[in-house]
Protein backbone atom coordinates (compact mmCIF):
# COMPACT_ATOMS: atom_id res chain seq x y z
CA UNK A 1 0.00 0.00 0.00
CA UNK A 2 2.59 2.43 0.66
CA UNK A 3 5.09 1.27 -2.41
CA UNK A 4 1.40 2.41 -4.22
CA UNK A 5 0.94 5.26 -2.78
CA UNK A 6 4.59 6.87 -3.33
CA UNK A 7 3.87 5.57 -7.08
CA UNK A 8 0.80 7.94 -7.05
CA UNK A 9 2.75 11.35 -5.50
CA UNK A 10 5.59 10.35 -7.83
CA UNK A 11 3.35 10.35 -11.02
CA UNK A 12 1.52 13.41 -9.31
CA UNK A 13 4.27 15.58 -8.86
CA UNK A 14 5.41 14.65 -12.41
CA UNK A 15 2.35 15.41 -14.30
CA UNK A 16 2.30 18.91 -12.24
CA UNK A 17 1.96 21.82 -14.46
CA UNK A 18 1.37 25.38 -14.81
CA UNK A 19 -2.08 26.76 -15.72
CA UNK A 20 -3.64 29.66 -15.87
CA UNK A 21 -7.90 29.42 -15.19
CA UNK A 22 -9.99 32.39 -17.00
CA UNK A 23 -13.96 32.86 -16.98
CA UNK A 24 -15.10 34.83 -20.09
CA UNK A 25 -18.85 35.50 -20.67
CA UNK A 26 -18.94 34.22 -23.90
CA UNK A 27 -16.96 32.16 -26.25
CA UNK A 28 -16.44 36.16 -28.34
CA UNK A 29 -14.96 37.24 -25.32
CA UNK A 30 -12.48 34.29 -26.24
CA UNK A 31 -11.86 34.99 -29.51
CA UNK A 32 -11.49 38.80 -29.13
CA UNK A 33 -8.79 37.90 -27.15
CA UNK A 34 -6.93 35.30 -29.53
CA UNK A 35 -7.27 38.22 -32.08
CA UNK A 36 -4.58 39.95 -30.77
CA UNK A 37 -1.80 37.20 -31.87
CA UNK A 38 -2.38 38.92 -35.29
CA UNK A 39 -0.74 42.59 -34.18
CA UNK A 40 1.26 41.02 -31.62
CA UNK A 41 5.06 41.77 -32.87
CA UNK A 42 7.51 38.69 -31.59
CA UNK A 43 10.34 41.15 -32.82
CA UNK A 44 9.05 44.23 -30.48
CA UNK A 45 11.00 45.04 -27.33
CA UNK A 46 9.48 44.44 -24.45
CA UNK A 47 10.38 47.56 -21.99
CA UNK A 48 13.34 48.98 -23.60
CA UNK A 49 13.26 52.28 -25.51
CA UNK A 50 15.39 54.00 -26.95
CA UNK A 51 16.15 57.63 -25.91
CA UNK A 52 17.80 60.36 -28.53
CA UNK A 53 19.31 63.36 -26.48
CA UNK A 54 20.97 66.22 -28.18
CA UNK A 55 24.29 67.39 -27.21
CA UNK A 56 23.61 70.66 -25.59
CA UNK A 57 20.51 69.44 -24.28
CA UNK A 58 21.63 67.39 -21.44
CA UNK A 59 24.47 69.48 -19.26
CA UNK A 60 25.49 68.91 -15.62
CA UNK A 61 25.51 71.30 -13.17
CA UNK A 62 28.74 74.02 -12.88
CA UNK A 63 31.45 72.92 -11.03
CA UNK A 64 31.87 75.06 -7.72
CA UNK A 65 35.53 74.34 -7.96
CA UNK A 66 35.79 75.92 -11.67
CA UNK A 67 33.13 78.29 -11.89
CA UNK A 68 33.04 79.89 -15.06
CA UNK A 69 36.06 78.47 -16.21
CA UNK A 70 34.34 74.82 -16.60
CA UNK A 71 34.29 74.04 -20.28
CA UNK A 72 30.42 74.15 -21.66
CA UNK A 73 30.58 71.69 -23.81
CA UNK A 74 32.90 68.65 -22.42
CA UNK A 75 33.71 66.69 -24.92
CA UNK A 76 35.35 69.83 -26.49
CA UNK A 77 37.37 71.44 -23.01
CA UNK A 78 40.00 73.16 -24.72
CA UNK A 79 39.99 76.80 -25.61
CA UNK A 80 38.59 77.06 -29.55
CA UNK A 81 36.38 74.03 -29.04
CA UNK A 82 39.21 71.31 -29.50
CA UNK A 83 39.38 68.50 -27.66
CA UNK A 84 40.91 64.38 -28.07
CA UNK A 85 39.71 62.50 -30.67
CA UNK A 86 36.43 60.53 -28.96
CA UNK A 87 37.57 56.36 -29.13
CA UNK A 88 35.06 54.21 -31.16
CA UNK A 89 32.45 52.80 -29.02
CA UNK A 90 31.54 49.30 -29.89
CA UNK A 91 28.62 49.11 -32.28
CA UNK A 92 26.73 52.04 -33.94
CA UNK A 93 23.87 53.84 -33.49
CA UNK A 94 21.54 54.74 -37.20
CA UNK A 95 19.40 57.14 -36.99
CA UNK A 96 16.08 56.26 -38.51
CA UNK A 97 16.06 57.31 -41.86
CA UNK A 98 13.21 59.98 -42.56
CA UNK A 99 10.90 59.39 -45.53
CA UNK A 100 9.56 62.23 -47.36
CA UNK A 101 5.87 63.08 -46.46
CA UNK A 102 3.59 62.15 -49.48
CA UNK A 103 0.50 64.99 -48.98
CA UNK A 104 -1.51 63.04 -51.60
CA UNK A 105 -1.39 59.44 -49.35
CA UNK A 106 -0.83 60.64 -45.84
CA UNK A 107 -4.06 60.60 -43.57
CA UNK A 108 -5.14 63.84 -43.04
CA UNK A 109 -6.11 65.25 -39.05
CA UNK A 110 -10.07 64.94 -40.20
CA UNK A 111 -9.28 61.68 -40.80
CA UNK A 112 -7.54 60.52 -38.04
CA UNK A 113 -9.78 62.40 -35.84
CA UNK A 114 -12.51 59.95 -37.28
CA UNK A 115 -9.79 57.01 -36.98
CA UNK A 116 -10.40 57.59 -33.44
CA UNK A 117 -13.90 58.42 -32.98
CA UNK A 118 -14.42 54.64 -34.81
CA UNK A 119 -12.23 52.99 -32.41
CA UNK A 120 -13.42 54.71 -29.71
CA UNK A 121 -17.42 53.94 -30.09
CA UNK A 122 -16.46 50.10 -31.30
CA UNK A 123 -14.87 49.76 -27.96
CA UNK A 124 -17.93 51.11 -26.44
CA UNK A 125 -20.14 48.67 -28.09
CA UNK A 126 -17.84 46.05 -27.15
CA UNK A 127 -17.99 47.14 -23.65
CA UNK A 128 -22.32 47.65 -23.68
CA UNK A 129 -22.33 43.68 -25.33
CA UNK A 130 -20.06 42.31 -22.42
CA UNK A 131 -22.23 43.99 -19.99
CA UNK A 132 -25.50 42.43 -21.73
CA UNK A 133 -24.13 38.81 -21.79
CA UNK A 134 -22.58 39.15 -18.00
CA UNK A 135 -26.20 40.12 -17.47
CA UNK A 136 -27.87 36.96 -18.54
CA UNK A 137 -25.55 34.50 -17.05
CA UNK A 138 -28.74 33.13 -15.10
CA UNK A 139 -30.55 32.61 -18.15
CA UNK A 140 -28.43 31.46 -20.91
CA UNK A 141 -26.45 28.62 -20.60
CA UNK A 142 -23.91 29.45 -22.92
CA UNK A 143 -22.97 32.88 -20.78
CA UNK A 144 -20.14 31.24 -18.71
CA UNK A 145 -17.04 29.72 -19.91
CA UNK A 146 -14.25 28.60 -18.26
CA UNK A 147 -10.67 28.50 -19.99
CA UNK A 148 -7.87 27.05 -18.69
CA UNK A 149 -4.17 27.62 -20.21
CA UNK A 150 -1.75 24.60 -19.42
CA UNK A 151 1.60 23.51 -20.63
CA UNK A 152 0.93 19.68 -21.05
CA UNK A 153 3.83 18.18 -19.33
CA UNK A 154 6.37 15.76 -21.05
CA UNK A 155 5.50 12.71 -19.08
CA UNK A 156 1.47 12.68 -20.59
CA UNK A 157 2.42 13.86 -24.50
CA UNK A 158 2.63 10.70 -25.34
CA UNK A 159 -0.84 9.74 -24.32
CA UNK A 160 -1.74 12.33 -27.04
CA UNK A 161 0.51 11.46 -29.68
CA UNK A 162 -1.70 9.29 -31.44
CA UNK A 163 -4.19 11.68 -31.91
CA UNK A 164 -1.55 13.48 -34.08
CA UNK A 165 0.29 10.74 -35.91
CA UNK A 166 1.72 14.25 -38.40
CA UNK A 167 3.79 15.75 -35.68
CA UNK A 168 6.33 14.96 -33.08
CA UNK A 169 4.97 16.20 -29.77
CA UNK A 170 7.46 15.32 -27.32
CA UNK A 171 9.43 17.79 -28.91
CA UNK A 172 8.79 21.79 -28.48
CA UNK A 173 6.22 23.24 -26.81
CA UNK A 174 2.73 22.01 -26.55
CA UNK A 175 -0.08 24.05 -25.26
CA UNK A 176 -4.03 22.49 -23.85
CA UNK A 177 -6.74 24.44 -23.76
CA UNK A 178 -9.58 23.39 -22.48
CA UNK A 179 -12.88 24.94 -22.78
CA UNK A 180 -15.64 24.67 -20.43
CA UNK A 181 -19.18 25.41 -20.71
CA UNK A 182 -21.60 25.83 -18.06
CA UNK A 183 -24.67 23.90 -19.24
CA UNK A 184 -27.99 24.44 -17.64
CA UNK A 185 -29.29 20.78 -17.98
CA UNK A 186 -27.68 17.61 -16.43
CA UNK A 187 -25.82 16.41 -19.14
CA UNK A 188 -25.33 12.98 -16.91
CA UNK A 189 -29.13 12.16 -18.21
CA UNK A 190 -30.75 12.23 -21.50
CA UNK A 191 -33.27 13.98 -22.45
CA UNK A 192 -34.97 16.35 -25.50
CA UNK A 193 -33.42 19.13 -23.82
CA UNK A 194 -30.16 17.96 -22.60
CA UNK A 195 -29.81 16.96 -26.29
CA UNK A 196 -31.39 20.20 -27.83
CA UNK A 197 -28.27 21.81 -25.41
CA UNK A 198 -25.49 19.40 -26.65
CA UNK A 199 -26.22 20.17 -30.06
CA UNK A 200 -26.28 23.99 -29.71
CA UNK A 201 -22.55 23.81 -27.37
CA UNK A 202 -21.33 21.72 -30.29
CA UNK A 203 -22.09 24.01 -32.46
CA UNK A 204 -20.51 27.05 -30.26
CA UNK A 205 -17.68 25.33 -29.50
CA UNK A 206 -16.84 24.60 -32.84
CA UNK A 207 -17.24 28.04 -34.22
CA UNK A 208 -15.17 29.77 -31.79
CA UNK A 209 -12.54 27.20 -31.68
CA UNK A 210 -12.09 26.79 -35.50
CA UNK A 211 -11.91 31.42 -34.96
CA UNK A 212 -9.38 30.58 -32.37
CA UNK A 213 -7.10 28.03 -34.56
CA UNK A 214 -7.13 30.23 -37.21
CA UNK A 215 -5.80 33.05 -35.36
CA UNK A 216 -3.19 31.01 -34.23
CA UNK A 217 -2.30 29.65 -37.29
CA UNK A 218 -1.96 33.29 -38.72
CA UNK A 219 0.53 34.57 -36.25
CA UNK A 220 2.96 31.37 -36.97
CA UNK A 221 1.54 28.94 -34.78
CA UNK A 222 0.23 25.06 -34.78
CA UNK A 223 -3.24 24.63 -33.77
CA UNK A 224 -5.90 21.85 -33.56
CA UNK A 225 -8.77 20.71 -31.97
CA UNK A 226 -10.93 17.74 -31.01
CA UNK A 227 -14.12 17.82 -32.10
CA UNK A 228 -16.42 16.52 -29.87
CA UNK A 229 -18.70 14.82 -31.24
CA UNK A 230 -16.55 12.37 -32.91
CA UNK A 231 -13.39 12.36 -30.39
CA UNK A 232 -11.17 13.63 -33.82
CA UNK A 233 -9.18 15.57 -34.57
CA UNK A 234 -10.88 18.74 -36.17
CA UNK A 235 -8.34 19.94 -38.72
CA UNK A 236 -5.63 17.48 -38.68
CA UNK A 237 -5.18 14.35 -40.58
CA UNK A 238 -8.01 11.34 -40.01
CA UNK A 239 -7.10 8.70 -37.41
CA UNK A 240 -8.51 6.38 -35.25
CA UNK A 241 -7.67 7.54 -32.32
CA UNK A 242 -10.26 9.39 -30.29
CA UNK A 243 -10.46 11.66 -27.23
CA UNK A 244 -13.91 11.82 -26.49
CA UNK A 245 -14.89 14.04 -23.31
CA UNK A 246 -15.52 10.50 -21.06
CA UNK A 247 -11.69 9.87 -21.79
CA UNK A 248 -9.47 9.06 -18.56
CA UNK A 249 -7.11 11.26 -20.26
CA UNK A 250 -9.25 14.35 -19.12
CA UNK A 251 -7.75 13.97 -15.43
CA UNK A 252 -4.34 15.39 -16.54
CA UNK A 253 -6.65 18.39 -17.42
CA UNK A 254 -8.10 18.97 -13.82
CA UNK A 255 -11.84 17.17 -14.30
CA UNK A 256 -12.91 13.89 -12.78
CA UNK A 257 -14.32 10.94 -14.94
CA UNK A 258 -17.39 9.54 -13.40
CA UNK A 259 -18.73 5.66 -13.91
CA UNK A 260 -22.22 5.33 -13.43
CA UNK A 261 -22.32 1.99 -14.28
CA UNK A 262 -24.14 2.23 -17.42
CA UNK A 263 -22.08 5.35 -18.73
CA UNK A 264 -19.31 7.73 -17.83
CA UNK A 265 -19.84 11.58 -17.36
CA UNK A 266 -17.45 14.02 -17.56
CA UNK A 267 -17.68 16.43 -14.02
CA UNK A 268 -16.13 20.00 -13.30
CA UNK A 269 -14.57 20.86 -9.73
CA UNK A 270 -17.49 23.17 -9.58
CA UNK A 271 -20.07 22.90 -11.87
CA UNK A 272 -20.36 19.06 -11.56
CA UNK A 273 -22.22 17.35 -14.47
CA UNK A 274 -23.60 20.60 -15.70
CA UNK A 275 -20.71 20.96 -18.06
CA UNK A 276 -19.92 20.73 -22.05
CA UNK A 277 -16.11 20.57 -22.27
CA UNK A 278 -14.02 21.13 -25.76
CA UNK A 279 -10.12 20.64 -25.90
CA UNK A 280 -7.70 22.49 -28.40
CA UNK A 281 -3.90 21.60 -28.88
CA UNK A 282 -1.25 24.08 -29.74
CA UNK A 283 2.60 24.86 -29.82
CA UNK A 284 2.12 28.47 -28.76
CA UNK A 285 3.73 29.16 -25.32
CA UNK A 286 1.43 28.75 -22.36
CA UNK A 287 3.10 31.92 -21.23
CA UNK A 288 2.80 34.20 -23.89
CA UNK A 289 2.02 38.11 -23.21
CA UNK A 290 -1.44 37.55 -25.33
CA UNK A 291 -2.48 34.44 -22.95
CA UNK A 292 -1.29 36.42 -19.89
CA UNK A 293 -3.14 39.88 -21.27
CA UNK A 294 -6.36 37.24 -21.66
CA UNK A 295 -6.18 35.68 -17.56
CA UNK A 296 -6.29 39.34 -16.35
CA UNK A 297 -9.77 38.56 -15.54
CA UNK A 298 -9.12 36.52 -12.96
CA UNK A 299 -5.74 34.27 -12.96
CA UNK A 300 -4.29 31.57 -10.55
CA UNK A 301 -1.86 29.82 -10.44
CA UNK A 302 -2.39 25.29 -10.52
CA UNK A 303 0.87 23.19 -9.12
Known sequence: MAARIMSTEARRLACQSTRAVTYLPSFRSVVRHFRAFSSYDESQPKGEFTQMVLADAKRDLPDPQLGQMEPHNKQFPMPGMVGP??????????????????????????????????QFATIIQEQEDEEEVVDSVIDSPLAVLECIVQDCPQLVRKD??????????????????TLSQHTANDMSGWSQDVEKEREDLLANFIEGAEEICEVLTEAGYWADFIDPSCGRPYLGAYTNATLYETDERYRHFGFDIKDLGCCKVISHCMWGTHVYVGSLFTNAPYDHPILKKMNQHKKQQVN
Open 160 to 177: FQDLFPERDLSAGQLTVI
Open 85 to 118: IPQKQNGSFNPPSLKESDLLTNDLAADRHLSVLH
